[in-house]
C-alpha cells in the first residue's frame, strides 16, 4: 500500500507569489490533516479535512487556505508569500478519526520544503 | 501555542545505552501520542496511549504517563544508530499540538 504523498518535495517561491502543495493520503484514508514545520516555531497545526469538510483550523492568516476533493486528495494554498512562510509543510492522513483528539495514528508525507525568498 | 514540551532538547550516548526523554503539557489530555523524526522527513507515528493508561510498551519503547504531573516519557532501551532522530510528543487541545522535540543522537 502506497504512502502518503507530498509533491512538490522542493518549492522556491518569491515574496508576494502564491503557492499549491498537494497531498495524497493512503488509500482508504479519509482523513487528511496539514502542518507547518519551522526551526523556530516547532511543528503548528493549519487545518484538518474530513470528506471534503474542513473540521478544524489553526492560528494562521487567511492566507493560508485549503481544500480536500472528492477521492480524499488535498491541497494547501498559500497566498502572497512572506519570507516567514519558508517552511516544510507536511500533510498527515488517518482512517477517518479527528487528528485533533491525537485519538488515532496519523501517517505523514515526507514533506514539500518551501522555501521563499 | 505549544501543549507539549520536550526535555532534554538534545540528547547523546552511545550504542546500546538507553535513552530518556520527556514530555510535558499544560492542561488535561486524553490522548499522547509520539513520533519520531529523521531529518528533513515525515514523522512516524510510535506509540498512542490514552489518558486511563499509565504505561504502554512497544518493542525497545516504554512510554508512561503521569497525569496527575501531566507529563509522559519515553524510554528506548538498547539505544542504536538508527534510533538517530528527532522524537516529539504529540497531545490534544483542540487540535493536535506537537511539543519542540528531543534530538537524539546515538553514537556508535
Known amino acids: 500500500k502506497a504512502g502518503v504523498t507530498q509533491t512538490p518535495r522542493y518549492l522556491i517561491k518569491t515574496r508576494g507569489q502564491q503557492v499549491t502543495l498537494s497531498c495524497s493520503p493512503i488509500?482508504?484514508?479519509?482523513?487528511v490533516s496539514w502542518y507547518q514545520q519551522t526551526p523556530g516555531q516547532g511543528l503548528q497545526f493549519l487545518f484538518e479535512?474530513?470528506?471534503?469538510?474542513?473540521?478544524n483550523k489553526g492560528n494562521f492568516p487567511g492566507r493560508f487556505s485549503g481544500r480536500q476533493f472528492s477521492n480524499s486528495r488535498s491541497e494547501m494554498n498559500v497566498s502572497t508569500l512572506e519570507l516567514g512562510d519558508s517552511a516544510l509543510y507536511l500533510c498527515?492522513?488517518?482512517?477517518?478519526?479527528?487528528?485533533?483528539?491525537?485519538?488515532?495514528?496519523?501517517?505523514f508525507g515526507s514533506g514539500t520544503q518551501l522555501s521563499v525568498l | 501555542s505549544q501543549q507539549g514540551e520536550e526535555d532534554p532538547q538534545a540528547l547523546s550516548i552511545q550504542e546500546g545505552e538507553n535513552a530518556t526523554m520527556n514530555c510535558s503539557y499544560k492542561?488535561?489530555?486524553?490522548?499522547l501520542q509520539w513520533y519520531r523524526q529523521n531529518s528533513g522527513r515525515g514523522l512516524v507515528h510510535l506509540i498512542l496511549?490514552?489518558?486511563?493508561?499509565r504505561e504502554k510498551h512497544s518493542g525497545r519503547l516504554r512510554v508512561t504517563l503521569d497525569t496527575s504531573k501531566k507529563s509522559s516519557s519515553l524510554l528506548i532501551t538498547a539505544s542504536r544508530a538508527a534510533d538517530t532522530a528527532s522524537y516529539f510528543c504529540?497531545?490534544?487541545?483542540?487540535?493536535?499540538?506537537f511539543g519542540q522535540g528531543t534530538r537524539l543522537t546515538i553514537n556508535p
Open positions: 498527515a492522513s488517518s482512517l477517518g478519526g479527528f487528528a485533533s483528539l491525537a485519538n488515532e495514528k496519523l501517517f
Open positions: 488509500s482508504g484514508h479519509r482523513s
Open positions: 479535512y474530513f470528506s471534503e469538510t474542513q473540521r
Open positions: 492542561t488535561s489530555i486524553n490522548n
Open positions: 496511549i490514552r489518558s486511563n493508561e
Open positions: 504529540a497531545t490534544d487541545e483542540g487540535k493536535l499540538v
